[in-house]
């Protein structure tokens, strides 16, 4: 069993009493993953948000989702699923960015680690997937059944591979209306889930969603499947759940 490190600092500190996001470090395997936890008070889940090469914790985009699901009571993980040098790596062969064993395997990590916080015990616990990090927050939810919530934003869930029969977590696929590769793309996925799904367009919305009002839609999308599908399965154990 991997063992995950405690907040940057040595201490899990209780983010709900301050204003910004807590910076978090979490062991997975030899590497080290740095996040961005927000806590609000009363919150009933907690979605970890998992990115392709290039986007990350410090994400404007991603830093405004995450700090709207905060606004609504729902607790935020930002991640970073590379290190600094495969960041570096990346840009340059972009082999990383598509090794979704490697990705989903970090975003476990960082599931099990959520679930052994005290500050976090309890809350339910959803995905928030982009590009290939959708296909790897699906892969992990097709393993780990304390996930009950998944939301891809103009992801490529195919990549997930056979896992996709597997989810059993809500899982809600949002694209952009010109985007057309990876609507066919997300629709040929949403045939291969056999979970509670939905797939909602933006309308003129393309891959980024950097249109005007564009990512305020798909988070507007978000709060309302995570409020309704992130829910408890049972009390969370220190260590994940594995699927059969």
Not at 108 to 114: L, V
Not at 170 to 196: K, S
């Amino acid at each position: 069993m991997l063992r995950h490190s405690v907040l940057a600092g040595g201490a899990v500190m209780d983010p709900r009493t301050t204003p910004t996001p807590e910076a978090v470090s979490i062991q997975a395997g030899v590497v080290k993953l740095h996040g961005l936890l927000r806590l609000p008070l009363d919150a009933s889940s907690v979605i970890l948000f998992a990115h392709g090469s290039g986007s990350g914790r410090l994400s404007p985009r991603n830093n405004f989702v995450a700090e709207r699901l905060w606004q609504a009571g729902i607790a935020t993980l930002l991640l970073d699923l590379l290190t600094a040098k495969e960041e570096e790596v990346d840009a340059a062969t972009a082999e990383l960015r598509f090794n979704i064993p490697l990705l989903t395997a970090r975003l476990a990590a960082a599931t099990e680690w959520t679930l052994q916080q005290p500050c976090l015990r309890g809350l339910a616990v959803g995905y928030f997937g982009a590009s290939t990090g959708a296909a790897a927050a699906l892969a992990a939810a097709a393993e780990i059944l304390e996930v009950t919530a998944v939301v891809s934003r103009g992801g490529r869930p195919d990549l997930a591979g056979p896992a996709l029969s597997r989810v059993r977590a809500a899982t809600l696929l949002i694209v952009g209306g010109n985007d057309p590769q990876v609507v066919a793309l997300n629709r040929d996925a949403l045939r291969q889930l056999r979970c509670e799904k939905e797939l909602a367009t933006v309308p003129g919305a393309t891959h980024l969603f950097v249109e005007p009002g564009a990512l305020e839609q798909v988070t507007t999308l978000a709060i309302a499947w995570f409020t309704h599908h992130a829910r408890p399965r049972g009390a969370a154990s220190p260590a994940v759940s594995r699927a059969e």
